[in-house]
């Protein structure tokens, strides 16, 4: 493992590469900071990466665009200044050296040295609740799902839904006009999610089980074939034929590590910042949905902002005679050349 010494320094490392983290990298290129994000997953785009496919209408000036596209867009715009992206890597501890700086060091043991950083984390590493049923892990890599990365995949099959969550009730609906068939299975009577989705997806479905759950799996080997699930208050139980099993039983998420950073807690475990952004750890900003302050907008949009505003924070931790926030991009030097690239391909701006 490098030593400190051996490190190369960077002004900005964001801890997170979801649309907060993403934002604040592309920002603090405007601001001419050395940049970094270190991400957990395989992939940049955070909990957006949980659904590539839905349709996405409520960020500013975007017309609706899939999950996937906006990922597109905001990995796009994060790379115009040319940040370090460090994947596969999960931050465990925080330090503050001798000098002032800081030192990230990560679950594969690599460590990142730094003068501020930005926590994007969001609720800490998003994974889908997994099913715990003898098998399950078996016929995950075959037709036992956990999100829906692509409708086509279930065309013309018989499908059974495990859930009843907002994804679970969107999911039924976008998969019904193509699957041979979706069966619904919830162990609550209640559906989350909008009134008119719920009502969509009880007139379109071929079967809404509720106060029932998942006790079996059967298959031959490779693939489930189908489940029992029990009723829940009369023990009643049912099999049911299918070609695919989607489970959508919410979320866990590993925040863990944060906790021994010394960070001053909120509700939930929210780091907590005042206005600029910025927790009670000198030179440590945070962003997105991980914080909590009044008036805190619980969308894309407002981890956006958040982000612009914590790198404006950093920039000002590190040069207290910077400006409080970068020249507008429309009148920025910084973009004079690109502009005429763009301005050759007049459809692409326009
Ligand atoms: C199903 C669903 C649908 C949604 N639909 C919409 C919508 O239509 N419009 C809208 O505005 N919002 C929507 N949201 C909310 C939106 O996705 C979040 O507000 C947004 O993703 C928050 O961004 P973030 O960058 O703060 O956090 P996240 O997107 O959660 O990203 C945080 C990233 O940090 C990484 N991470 C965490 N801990 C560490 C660590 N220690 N080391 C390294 N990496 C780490 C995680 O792996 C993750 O990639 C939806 C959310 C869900 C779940």
Redesign the pocket.
Same mark, same amino acid.
């Given at each position: 493992m490098a030593g400190k010494q051996d490190l190369e320094l960077y002004d900005v490392t964001i801890? %997170?590469? *979801?649309?907060?983290?993403l934002y604040s990298a592309f920002y603090s290129g405007m601001r001419d900071m050395k940049t970094k994000i270190?991400?957990?997953?395989p992939t940049l785009?955070?909990?957006?990466?949980?659904?590539p496919e839905?349709i996405?209408?409520?960020?500013g000036g975007v017309p609706p665009i899939s999950g996937e596209g906006l990922i597109r867009n905001l990995t796009e715009q994060a790379m115009v200044f040319e940040p370090t992206i460090v994947l596969n890597?999960?931050?465990?501890n925080l330090d503050r050296l001798s000098d002032g700086t800081l030192l990230l060091t990560?679950n594969t043991g690599e460590q990142h040295h730094t003068r501020t950083v930005i926590l994007?984390? %969001?609720? *800490?590493?998003?994974k889908m609740r997994k099913l715990e049923i003898e098998g399950a892990d078996r016929y995950e890599v075959t037709n036992l799902h956990y999100t829906v990365q692509e409708l086509a995949i279930f065309r013309d099959k018989h499908i059974v839904i495990s859930g009843g969550g907002?994804?679970a009730v969107d999911w039924a609906n976008a998969l019904q006009p193509l699957a041979a068939s979706v069966t619904v299975v919830h162990r609550r009577e209640e559906f989350g999610g909008h009134e008119r989705n719920v009502l969509r997806m009880k007139e379109s479905c071929h079967e809404i089980l509720t106060s029932y759950e998942l006790t079996g799996l059967h298959g031959s080997g490779a693939s489930v074939e189908g489940v029992t699930i029990k009723h829940v208050e009369t023990g009643e139980t049912r099999t049911l034929e299918l070609d695919a099993l989607i489970v959508n039983h919410g979320?866990t998420t590993d925040?863990s590590?944060?906790l021994a950073w010394g960070l001053e807690l909120g509700e939930y475990n929210m780091p907590i910042v005042d206005a600029a952004r910025q927790t009670n750890i000198p030179g440590v900003f945070a962003?997105?949905?991980?914080i909590q302050y009044d008036g805190k907008l619980?969308?894309?949009?407002?981890?956006l902002v958040d982000g612009g505003t914590a790198v404006n924070s950093a920039k000002r931790y590190l040069d207290p005679e910077a400006h409080s926030q970068a020249y507008v991009s429309s009148h920025n030097q910084k973009f004079k050349e690109k502009n005429k690239e763009l301005e050759q391909q007049p459809v692409a701006v326009k």
């Open positions: 801890i %997170g590469g *979801g649309p907060a983290g270190i991400e957990y997953n785009g955070g909990k957006i990466l949980l659904y839905k996405i209408w409520d960020v890597q999960q931050i465990m990560s994007a984390m %969001g609720h *800490g590493i998003p907002d994804s979320l925040l590590p944060m962003a997105g949905d991980l619980r969308l894309i949009s407002g981890a």
